[in-house]
């Protein structure tokens, strides 16, 4: 009975991976280091972003898009000087701007396997890069 | 005679080569300047794409940050011989003056034109400071910058 009890239950839901990803600027220049990062799907993912910038006043941050959704995104960068509106339907994960020498977080599920396109909201044509979804 | 003149051009570019090459490794922070003339050329692209994409308030902080930047060679070079020392300030105030001129004129007259035409002064008098540098120092003003056009992201979308 006991055994039926405990075979028959509802099954707990699996607590899904947990990924630490990092990713910083290339010091002051418009790059970032790494530009390609890769996820398993469903993974809980915790990026931390570095402005590693020490010259520049520069703000950056970091902007995932979903994939096909790249230039529509940079347009909008640049329309909105980098200050995209909360809820922005082409974003899928984004940090808070941030200072040089900052240091931001965001959490996320990673989304069905693909290639996601990110930037830096002010400067999206320059700091760009690819998460790597995979099933 | 024609065959007379070309070991005489060739040499007198071997002579210039041979002076210029001890300046280049005298220089005290080479690393320093590198990363200092490639973060101005950095922010005079910043500059030319608020003035094309008509971000005329945007302005007024790429010259900011090409200050900063002008500070940065400022530090990079603060080593060097006076000579050498006085002679980037010199260049370096006169590409600070054409920028500034672009800053001030982004508020006073907002045409794309216009700056644009300023913008090509002002990376001559950059050009012209970045002569002063040896040439695996020197980053070239033409070039766009570093994330643009490469990598796989473009082709993602």
Known sequence: MLALLLGCGPKPKPEPQV???????????????????????????????????????????????????LDALTKDCL????????????????????????????????????????????HPEDMRGVLHVTS | MKTKRIP?????????????????????????????????????????????????????????EYMEAAE????????????????VEARLKAALAAYQKISDMSATTPDADKLMAEHAKAVTAMNALFDLFPADLRPDPNTPPGGRGRGPAPATN
């Open chain 2, 72 to 87: 940065a060679l400022r530090g990079a070079v603060k080593d060097e011989p006076a000579a050498f020392k006085s002679k």
């Open chain 2, 8 to 64: 005489a051009f060739l040499a007198t570019i071997g002579m210039a080569l041979l002076v210029a090459a001890p300046l280049a490794a005298q220089l005290k922070s080479p690393d320093d300047v590198k990363t200092a003339l490639r973060l101005l050329v950095q922010v005079s692209n910043d500059f030319k794409r608020q003035i094309t994409n008509k971000n005329f308030a945007r302005v007024p902080h790429e010259n900011m």
């Open chain 1, 79 to 122: 329309d909105l000087d980098g200050i995209l509106p909360q809820g922005d339907p082409l974003v899928l994960a984004r940090t808070p701007l941030c200072d040089k020498g900052q240091t931001v977080m965001v959490e996320f599920i990673a989304p069905r396997p693909g290639d996601y396109p990110f930037v830096c909201a002010t």
């Open chain 1, 19 to 69: 990924v630490d990803l990092y990713i910083a600027s290339d010091g002051d220049f418009l790059d970032f280091v790494p530009d390609t990062l890769t996820v398993r799907t469903g993974a809980r993912v915790c990026l931390t972003f570095h402005h590693a910038g020490k010259i520049i006043s520069a703000r950056h941050d970091w902007v995932l898009t979903y994939p096909g959704k």
